[in-house]
């Protein structure tokens, strides 16, 4: 398995288009749309929100319902949340107007909104953007990229991540895109995340894989507490690897997962380290539990704790902070046991060992939380069980995005 | 029922006083002693978080299994949390010293501790501390406020309450006063807390009292979702009102609970306030619940999003965020029938009815919005049940405070 270059387009019978719709922002592109030259296999796994958005409700139907798609149409500005039985028209609307544009069912085409909750989406501007959208399809790296710029809300920058491997002795590629800055937090959760395969797969062992991964990649992502009403990610598969099928778990099935994995573990310290007004990337480990779920619920304690993303964003080796999060946590481990390091590429340093502060040099911990991917890995010492999470730390920036981010 | 002056020295034989003891902070004082001329019934609550500072070991055990206590002792700088055994012989040396400048036994002093976590207390000038306290001590309300202005660690005021009240014709007083910032979550929680009252009541009526009444005060503040590892409310009672003891249920039971319950909201709605960095209280408040503690669990979840929080400090009616706090916290609603107001001293106005964003004035919102104490009110249309909890904006001032707390 192997990175390249590209997202959603990077898989064989892909295309992608962005178009400039006006929907809120002005100035930029705000539409983006993904389409397969066939059918998909579709999954999907959205937020745990009671409040979902229409988007949500329309591809939940798609992909557990039907199980397949062809094409994914997505707007930024305005999140179609909260607006009620217009807002479930829209998403109709929408997908009644690409499908016609592309000659497919609106059952097939999947819907994404991001942006503000409550406003309802200007059905003009959508229809008009659609018309750009369907004739700029391209199956080009440059297209997959513009459309990860026009699904960006707050994010500063595009996220794209995409591998190559082997399937049966056929090469296959997985790629994707997705967006999400704040309003994030571990719980299916997060962010929009679009991804496309050439892979063979069942949409049974697709929606597998799917919900599996996600509990270790997006699930784990915090950047500031806040489970959003709109998220989702989406994942198609369109077969054209044409490798003999995945309707099993075994070998193929694996590498499927460990491709998805690769992938979703890179958009995720992506979307971490372009938390809102976030300077670092701080990644949390937790080795030595007793239970997947413990390892699980400590590292998201910690990467969750404004006090400890406060620490990070002083580089300041607060360790109290830690041991306090992990403490409130809910998870049972024994504070006397646990040794914690600090780790970046300015080197590592052990801070606490079996419960009590080592007599370590604040000068060299404050060098190696200065750089802007930082890890604080804690060993329990009670079992083998791990898991890491991603968030990062909180700094005035954040303050200032979201004090006004409607006006 | 009437509030009065004061607060730990408004009843009856009940003294105080505090020290500039040099324990971290420098040019101010840093302990303080209450001391009550008789032995007093002693209930406490305590922190949730596995990890406990050596003072809550030390106070649990007295509170739960003594019942009986007549001094407390406190410093701010050092919180003694994660300190190991050594931390436990400091809660024992500071109460065997505090116990002898009083003649009463080690077991009778309650130990208190606030400030940074995994330091170690210097013994030398805590006891200097306790050598300046006892002969200091006063039953004035000015001894009662100095001693309130030596447990602040970053507070920026001191917080005290007191109010008298009737109990079987007799003039019964309760007074109190807490600290508390930063590291504020529901789950007692909170801060430091120590209640005086003169009311005869038993030990386990007194604990009863204490119990149910944090449930809907300590426990319904927020400022930064962290709970802290040395969280403590303490309530002596040592009798001097002359009412029949209260030993059971009933009229005077109630009378008494009220009674805390006038104080302990008070002080909470100080310590909400003065969250750190912020500039508003942000009081929020469910209605028409099906269950008290669904009630609970949604006004905690709103009152701790960090995006609701962000824009209470933008002036800004962003409802969207409300609802979708509300929608993540786990209890059951139906976001179609929510109605939603904002109040406060400048005004109310509805935002929501039945789920959906009603054309309110978003000059007037802002408005309502730019005041010190700030409401936001979701009747859910579903029971009777209700629950306030209370907290504050989130500022660029409250990272700036914790992004370098230790240096």
Redesign the interface.
Known sequence: MNFVEGGVTAAQGFKASAAAAGIKYQGRTDMAMIASDVPCACAGTFT?????AAPVIWDRHIARELGSAQAIVCNSGI?N??T?EEGMQMCSRTAQSAGEALGISPESVLVASTG???MQLDMDRVEAGIGMLSPALEGTTEAGHRAARAIMTTDTKPKEAAVVFQLGGKKATLGGMCKGS??I?P?MCTMLCFLTTDAAISQEMLQKALSADIKDTFNMVSV??????NDTVLLLANGLAGNEQITAEGKDFQAFCAALRAVNEKLCRMIAGDGEGATALFEVRIEGASSKEDARTLARSVV????VK??I??H?A????I??????SGA??Y??RVDLFFESSAGKIQIMKE???LDYSEQEATKILSQPEVCARADLRMGSESATAWGCD???E???I??????
């Open positions: 745990t929100n009671i409040v979902k999140a949340a909260c009620g503000v909750i409550g704040g309003m937090h719980n500031d507490g806040d489970t959003s009403t969750s704790s404004n006090l406060a620490a964003c002083g300041d607060n360790w109290g902070r041991l306090c999060a992990m403490g409130y049972e481990f504070p006397e419960g009590k502060a909180l700094t005035k954040y303050i200032s979201n004090a006004d981010y409607r006006s």
